[in-house]
């Protein structure tokens, strides 16, 4: 799966419009010095062959050269710490209010907080992230001016305050926890209707011994599952939410290199998304098993 997806992100680059090493030399360079620059870098090859050799370096650990010569690891390695961190934090706020949501929701009678969470799960979940990046901005750095709306560096070039990280961790979070809530409400109502977990609630289990031995190794699967698409949907649109603050990482430079048609910067990027998002399904299976062998 993240060899194919490797090779359609490498496809796709090559067949949008435009040429990166002419617009890197300029308007004044001529045609012979720029296909001599994409003989330099290897660009006059067919795809499949800069595939394959891209490829072979990757396993080595070489993510190649961008267009300006600069190694691909070097310019990833001072944006990717900003980046964890942004997505690290949005996706522990996922994780913790969305499955904060879903067992309130699914333990007792709260017809009221059902209906309202179920409207707003849809609304959010409707919301792309610039959209939820935009209404933050006016609500919360214009009209009420708490936050600031741009992400100004330190001479590390980390954003220079904690509350930087705010909006852009709510931009990418909040849709996010609108699907995981509907994602684990379903997942932890089917666990609910087994056989054995009703036999437990008979039993006299209290709700939280029945939730975190019984119902959740059901549940976790499906959950963990889910979580591993929205570590894609988080990455994917940290390049829309780090370009609107003018966050000093990963998604930024993907978005200029998507531009200038770096494209190994861009293949080095999905890779390291891919092995994440793969190692997360991994994990869900892993689950699954553990969880099926619990129940037997």
């Known amino acids: 799966m993240l060899v194919v997806a490797l090779f359609a992100v490498m496809l796709a680059m090559a067949l949008l419009p435009g040429n990166g090493v002419r617009a890197l030399l300029g308007r004044d360079a001529t045609e012979t010095q720029v296909r001599a620059r994409e003989a330099e870098l290897g660009l006059d090859r067919p795809v499949v062959v800069r595939f394959w ?8 650990g070489d993510f190649g050269t961008t267009l300006r010569g600069e190694p691909v690891g070097d310019l990833l390695a001072a944006k990717v710490p900003n980046s964890l961190v942004l997505t690290g934090v949005a996706l522990l706020v996922t994780v913790v209010v969305a499955t904060l949501l879903a067992v309130y929701w699914t333990s007792g009678e709260r017809p009221v907080f059902r209906r309202i969470a179920s409207v707003g799960t849809i609304v959010v979940i409707a919301l792309p992230e610039f959209v939820v990046a935009t209404i933050a901005i006016l609500v919360f750095a214009l009209a009420l001016d708490v936050l600031p709306a741009v992400t100004v560096q330190d001479s590390a070039g980390a ?26 409400v379903a997942a932890i109502r089917e666990a609910r209707s087994l056989p054995y977990v009703h036999a437990a609630e008979l039993d006299g289990v209290g709700e939280a011994a029945l939730f975190v031995r019984y119902i959740a190794p059901r549940a976790l699967p499906t959950m963990i599952a889910s979580l591993a698409t929205t570590v894609g949907m988080i990455v994917g649109g940290s390049v829309v939410v780090e370009s609107l603050f003018n966050f000093p990482g ?17 293949a080095a990027v999905v890779a390291c998304t891919g092995v994440v998002i793969l190692l997360m399904l991994l994990l869900a299976d892993a689950t699954r098993a553990w969880a099926k062998a619990r129940a037997e």
């Open 53 to 60: 050799e891209w490829l072979s370096g990757l396993v080595r």
């Open 159 to 184: 954003p220079r305050d904690p509350s930087m990280y705010i909006l852009p961790v709510i931009a990418l979070a909040l849709p996010q926890i609108g699907w995981n809530t509907r994602v684990f």
């Open 250 to 266: 990963v998604g930024a430079v993907v978005a200029g290199s998507v531009n200038t048609r770096d494209v190994n910067v861009v």
